[in-house]
Nanobody, 119 residues
């Protein structure tokens, strides 16, 4: 009952910037937190950043100081502003939402968007 649609990925040179967007629909009032995960080839999916309904944020050490997660409650949208991009940031980025609906915990994923950083 919660759907996520991502956009904003692409190809950028090292040092450049991108902004990812994730629009949630459905039972959005049930969402407790949203975040961005990424998965590089041959590696496990890892958390890049997340944000709770109360506005608290968390970042992976590898992106801290370069990435900023934010939300627009009116648009039910979460953003990931990525600055000073490095080739090691290259990955498929997935939006995530989690919460409680009908007294059951859920986790929902977007389709993923490719971010490629060239040197």
């Amino acid at each position: 009952q919660v759907q996520l649609v991502e956009s904003g990925g692409g190809l950028v040179q090292a040092g450049g910037s991108l902004r990812l967007s994730c629009a949630a629909s459905g039972s959005t009032a049930s969402i407790n937190a949203m975040g961005w995960y990424r998965q590089a080839p041959g590696k496990q999916r890892e958390l890049a950043a997340d944000i709770t309904s109360g506005g608290s944020t968390n970042y992976a050490d590898s992106v801290k100081g370069r990435f900023t997660i934010s939300r627009d409650n009116a648009k039910n949208t979460v953003y990931l502003q990525m600055n000073s991009l490095k080739p090691e940031d290259t990955a498929v980025y997935y939006c995530n939402a989690e919460g409680l609906l009908d007294r059951r915990y859920y986790r929902t994923w977007g389709q993923g968007t490719q971010v490629t950083v060239s040197s």
